[in-house]
């Protein structure tokens, strides 16, 4: 008797695959991934930082319709970003190089005009010692992420 081979098993797709193909599904352009050296935006908007860049381009391109978003690749870009044009809100990795989200939203915490709502992207299971007003568990639902960001807009006190 002559066992049939177990097939392999099935290895679950990388976030970078799962991010590629609803960047596909978007069907448009996504805006260039970093706004250095540019006029902030206005009214509402969000700072994305963000290491991968396939997560970025997909972050910008589900926030683009309803916001403007300036994007950087590491934490202390955003620090640096955040003290010259105080966006309203900051999406962070907790994965970024140079300064992970945590230490981030720390530091951005830490400061005394710091008003702005901070959403962190984690693993599977939302930190609470973090100084983020949200968590969002990767990888996610576009719907998920607008109506968290729109969520926290509301909530968020007048830029002074």
């Known amino acids: 008797m002559t066992s049939s ?12 695959d799962i ?4 960047l596909a599904t978007l069907g448009s352009e996504v805006a260039p991934s970093s706004l250095r050296g540019e006029r902030a935006p206005t009214g509402d908007w969000v700072l994305v930082a963000e ?26 870009a955003a620090l640096e970003y955040s003290r010259t044009h105080a966006p309203p809100l900051v999406i962070a990795g907790v994965h970024l190089p140079g300064m992970r989200g945590a230490e981030l939203c720390r530091a951005l915490r ?5 008003h702005q709502p901070l959403l962190l992207l984690v693993g599977t299971c939302a930190p609470t010692s973090h100084s983020a007003d949200a968590f969002l568990p990767t990888p996610f639902a576009r719907r998920r992420l607008v109506a968290t960001v729109h969520r926290l807009f509301r909530r968020a006190p007048p830029a002074r």
């Open 5 to 16: 081979p177990t097939p392999a098993p099935t290895r679950p797709a990388a976030l970078s």
């Open 19 to 22: 991010v590629r193909l609803e």
């Open 51 to 76: 290491g991968n860049d396939d997560l970025r381009a997909y972050l910008q391109a589900c926030l683009s319709p309803r916001w403007n978003a300036a994007a950087v690749t590491d934490g202390r």
């Open 110 to 114: 830490a400061r005394s005009t710091a």
